[in-house]
């Protein structure tokens, strides 16, 4: 072969090596990212997570995590129309990302859209059975269409993923008393106030058991 045909075909074969291993470097990153935003957002540094999950973003766009994780910081801080182009950017990225539909569920039921919110609680639990906060969030929509009776259900779906779910046992007593069934409101409305719900203590305090 001549020596410039075998230079070009040399060329060939590096270019794509080069583009891949700078590809991964920055997948990397965006990962690292994506982390310490994580992180941040546990301790509760919302800010910080924000500014983390938008570096990932930078380093990789079509990093889905980003998106959903970032979805769920600018909700924290208010920012709905924000969260909702995250989540729907996750989901383009990814069509079966539980977070980030359950993410714009909470968002769409708080909306009262409980329709939109339902089917977006049911696909994150299609995608994965066991979301505990989506079963929650299926809990609140109803109870939200008065469907007592499912809404228990799905609190007890909860509650069978994680038996110390505050939150679940909040709502499933908040169901319960208005379904008339006081013992049992009290019952759970008190387990989660053992768990640490303090919103649960104001109903026990505000309810006429």
Same mark, same amino acid.
């Given at each position: 072969?001549?020596?410039?045909?075998? $230079?070009?075909?040399?060329? $060939?074969?590096?270019?794509? $090596?080069?583009a891949s291993a700078a590809r991964d470097?920055?997948?990397?990153?965006?990962?690292?990212?994506?982390?310490?935003?994580?992180?941040?957002?546990?301790?509760?540094?919302?800010?910080? #997570?924000?500014? /983390?999950?938008?570096?990932?973003?930078?380093?990789?766009? +079509?990093?889905?995590? /980003?998106?959903?994780?970032? !979805?769920?910081?600018?909700?924290?801080?208010?920012?709905?129309?924000? #969260?909702?182009?995250?989540?729907?950017?996750?989901?383009s990225l990814r069509p079966e990302d539980?977070? #980030?539909? +359950?993410?714009?569920?909470?968002?769409?039921?708080?909306?009262?859209?409980?329709?939109? /919110?339902l089917r977006d609680f049911q696909n994150?639990?299609?995608?994965?059975?066991?979301? !505990?906060? /989506?079963?929650?969030?299926?809990?609140? $929509?109803?109870? !939200?269409?008065?469907?007592?009776?499912?809404?228990?259900?799905?609190?007890?779906?909860?509650? *069978?993923?994680? #038996?110390?779910?505050?939150?679940?046992? +909040?709502?499933?007593?908040?169901?319960?008393?208005?379904? !008339?069934?006081?013992?049992?409101? *009290?019952?759970?409305?008190?387990?989660?106030?053992?768990?640490?719900?303090? *919103?649960?203590?104001?109903?026990?305090?505000?309810?006429?058991?």
């Amino acid at each position: 072969m001549p020596i410039f045909l075998l $230079v070009i075909c040399v060329s $060939v074969l590096v270019v794509p $090596v080069g583009a891949s291993a700078a590809r991964d470097e920055r997948q990397g990153q965006a990962e690292s990212y994506v982390q310490q935003g994580i992180e941040r957002y546990e301790q509760g540094d919302i800010s910080g #997570a924000l500014a /983390a999950f938008t570096r990932a973003l930078e380093s990789d766009e +079509t990093n889905a995590d /980003a998106y959903s994780y970032r !979805g769920l910081a600018h909700h924290h801080q208010g920012r709905i129309p924000e #969260a909702l182009r995250d989540y729907a950017r996750a989901l383009s990225l990814r069509p079966e990302d539980s977070l #980030a539909f +359950t993410g714009r569920g909470i968002v769409l039921y708080q909306q009262g859209e409980l329709s939109a /919110a339902l089917r977006d609680f049911q696909n994150a639990l299609r995608v994965d059975p066991l979301n !505990g906060d /989506a079963s929650i969030g299926l809990g609140l $929509v109803y109870e !939200g269409k008065g469907d007592y009776k499912k809404a228990i259900a799905a609190y007890n779906r909860a509650l *069978k993923i994680d #038996a110390d779910n505050a939150t679940a046992y +909040t709502g499933r007593g908040i169901v319960f008393y208005l379904m !008339g069934e006081r013992a049992q409101a *009290k019952r759970d409305l008190e387990r989660a106030r053992e768990l640490g719900d303090s *919103k649960a203590a104001d109903f026990l305090q505000r309810f006429d058991f």
